[in-house]
């Protein structure tokens, strides 16, 4: 389990710049709907955005804390 604030924390982490939004789906605090804008992203296709965003998860996804995530990315106006 994880909660909103350190997930976000990841995310922030790995890109700096991120505006992230979080909805525990379940109520068990480890599964999400992610939305996450920055400006990371301009010029990337959407896999290499979530490959990006998954990278800042990934020890949060492989130790547990985070189970699925149904990603959205945006990417921010400069």
Same mark, same amino acid.
């Given at each position: 389990?994880?909660?909103?604030?350190?997930?976000?924390?990841?995310?922030?982490? !790995?890109?700096?710049?991120? %505006?992230?939004?979080?909805?525990? +789906?379940?109520?068990?605090?480890?599964?999400?709907?992610? *939305?996450? +804008?920055?400006?990371?992203? %301009? !010029? %990337?296709?959407?896999?290499?955005?979530?490959?990006?965003?998954? +990278?800042?998860? %990934? !020890?949060?996804? $492989?130790? !547990? +804390?985070?189970?699925?995530?149904?990603? *959205?990315?945006?990417? $921010?106006?400069?």
């Amino acid at each position: 389990m994880i909660d909103d604030d350190a997930l976000t924390g990841l995310i922030v982490n !790995g890109l700096p710049d991120a %505006k992230v939004s979080i909805h525990d +789906r379940t109520g068990t605090m480890d599964h999400f709907n992610v *939305t996450v +804008r920055s400006q990371a992203f %301009k !010029g %990337k296709t959407l896999i290499e955005q979530h490959q990006l965003v998954y +990278r800042a998860l %990934k !020890g949060a996804l $492989a130790d !547990g +804390r985070v189970h699925a995530v149904e990603l *959205t990315t945006i990417v $921010a106006e400069s």
